[in-house]
């Protein structure tokens, strides 16, 4: 079955730490989407992606970093100096055609301590 | 980029209908408008889109306004498994750069 995965489900790290969430789709999607949320709030834009080898910042950009070095991969980096990193994190995939829909993951949990 | 308003919070009762405002003013003649939802601890879900005429699927149906400046999502008959966090949002037609944004969506609660 095609889909987008996110791994791991559930992610602890101790504060100063980099870490990389995974994000891979097997819909043969052009565009990739990082989004963040937190507890009782709406989805924020981090970073997105068209095309291979090419990618924008969204709304909350610093602090991370992405790489788009396959059609299939989007891995998103939350570094140390993401002030509060703790959240959950969402990874999207779509075509490039607006009456196309988003196909989410089912989310990574970061908890930074 | 274009954005929606949506209610912070709705409610309705079991077995009636629901529905669930969005205003887009700002919207241009090629976005379509898609509404996603999404329950605790998963990822959003796809519900329905459309462009200027209402559409009709199985989970719910979608009401365009003339303008198209507003839209509204129909829930013919509200089950306890329609409480989710309900978002609207444009996207273009086109192959342009699209950075996708969410707004805070509705939280809709179905009371038994």
């Known amino acids: 079955d095609g889909g987008i995965t996110q791994s791991p489900k559930y992610l602890f790290r101790k504060e100063g730490q980099n870490v990389t969430l995974s994000c891979e789709q097997n819909?043969?999607?052009?565009?990739m989407y990082w989004y963040r949320q937190d507890p009782g709030q709406g989805l924020r834009l981090i970073y997105y992606?068209?095309?291979?080898?090419?990618?924008q910042k969204g709304d909350i950009a610093e602090g991370y970093s992405v790489s788009r070095e396959k059609k299939e991969s989007f891995p998103l980096t939350v570094t140390s100096a993401q002030k509060n990193p703790t959240a959950f994190y969402l990874c999207?995939?779509?075509?490039?055609?607006?009456?196309?829909?988003?196909?989410f993951g089912n989310g990574t949990r970061l908890t930074v301590t | 980029d274009a954005k929606t308003t949506q209610p912070n919070s709705m409610e309705s009762n079991e077995e009636e209908p629901v529905h669930l405002p969005c205003n887009h003013s700002?919207?241009?003649?090629?976005?379509?408008i898609h509404w996603y939802r999404q329950l605790p601890s998963q990822g959003p879900e796809y519900v329905i889109h459309?462009?200027?005429s209402n559409v009709n699927n199985r989970m719910a149906s979608l009401a365009i306004a003339e303008d198209r400046k507003s839209s509204t999502l129909i829930l013919h008959r509200a089950t306890l498994r329609d409480a989710a966090v309900y978002y609207c949002i444009l996207r273009a037609s086109n192959f342009g750069n699209e950075k996708l944004t969410f707004g805070t969506g509705t939280r809709l609660t179905i009371i038994p």
């Open positions: 999207a995939s779509s075509t490039r055609v607006g009456n196309s829909p988003l196909h």
């Open positions: 700002t919207i241009s003649g090629t976005d379509y």
């Open positions: 992606s068209q095309i291979v080898n090419d990618f």
């Open positions: 819909l043969n999607h052009d565009a």
């Open positions: 459309g462009l200027t």
